[in-house]
């Protein structure tokens, strides 16, 4: 039985910051490749930030690149994301992921074996 429940979504105002997270129960944690992904309105859901099983090594979009951050503690099985200078076109449904027996973290979302059931952010101008 594997579950990913997220939390930190909320609302906020351009410029400002919201963290993520993602906890996992019922798998191996530090073993799986974990993702952030997000889907706004009317648009598909698209690979926002990655990151593989040591923490050592870390994708994002190019969209989220220098605001955004994707880190991990194994011990409380927890990803995180740290979000920075928000934008409205930020605002999304933001759901984490996670992917089995792989070295790096795919961008593709069919890729993936477990979601979380979302949390929404939404940034105002």
């Known amino acids: 039985q594997v579950q990913l429940v997220e939390s930190g979504g909320g609302l906020v105002q351009a410029g400002g910051s919201l963290r993520l997270s993602c906890t996992a129960s019922g798998l191996t944690f530090s073993s799986y490749a974990m993702a952030w992904f997000r889907q706004g309105p009317g648009k598909e859901r698209d690979f926002a930030a990655g990151?593989?099983?040591?923490?050592?090594?870390?994708y994002y979009a190019d969209s989220v690149k220098g605001r955004f951050t994707i880190s991990r503690d194994n011990a409380k099985n927890t990803v995180y994301l740290q979000m920075n200078s928000l934008k409205p076109e930020d605002t999304a449904v933001y759901y984490c992921a996670a992917v089995p027996l792989r070295l790096a973290p795919p961008t593709n979302p069919n890729e993936y074996a477990y979601w979380g059931q979302g949390t929404h952010v939404t940034v105002s101008s």
């Open positions: 990151i593989g099983w040591s923490g050592a090594r870390t």
